[in-house]
């Protein structure tokens, strides 16, 4: 587990919400950039692909496990969280626990046609802006419609990289002392 989710888990443990971790699967399309959402088992509303930590997999690895399971998304996942946020899951139709969901963004190469979760999931392609209008939770709606492919823009800042440092001058990517 990353630092940044040690510290999010920390957190998030003291108030009862459970980490999950998430996938925003992604690829260009024609008309730019387009993010693959899945319907949930039990509503049927759009949602990434997300699961809970898998005992032995960093945190990308378990959210490009879960893209697999629920969505058959071969691809490339990055180890950069690019953003979080909360929602409830509903355990039964009594139960539910507060959940903090970490994304990674993921490249799709390929999409399986038979994976576990294919007869109980829809699975379709839809410009960010689309993409974040049809999804329920305000922070992954953020998350989608600021969405830029690392290799289209630059991945997420280090803190020290905007840092103007007397002897150094701003931005060299060293941290000052």
Do not use: N
Not at 72 to 89: M, W
Request: net charge neutral; aromatic share 6%.
């Amino acid at each position: 587990m990353g630092s940044q989710d040690r510290l999010t888990a920390g957190r998030a443990g003291a108030d009862g919400a459970r980490m999950q971790y998430g996938a925003l699967c992604w690829r260009s399309g024609k008309d730019g950039i387009e993010v693959l959402l899945i319907t949930s088992r039990d509503t049927g509303r759009w949602v990434i692909p997300k699961g809970w930590p898998m005992p032995g997999l960093a945190p990308e690895s378990a959210a490009a496990q879960e893209a697999w399971e629920e969505a058959g998304v071969e691809g490339a996942v990055s180890p950069v969280c690019i953003g979080r946020y909360g929602y409830q899951k509903c355990l039964s139709v009594k139960t539910s626990v507060p959940c903090a969901v970490s994304v990674y963004g993921l490249r799709v190469d390929g999409l399986a046609a038979a994976f576990p979760e294919a007869r109980e999931r829809r699975r379709e392609w839809f410009p960010l802006q689309t993409a974040a209008t049809l999804v329920a939770e305000p922070e992954l709606a953020q998350i989608i419609a600021g969405f830029t492919p690392p290799h289209v823009g630059r991945s997420a800042p280090i803190a020290a990289d905007e840092v103007e440092h007397p002897q150094r001058g701003k931005g060299d990517g060293r941290k000052p002392h």
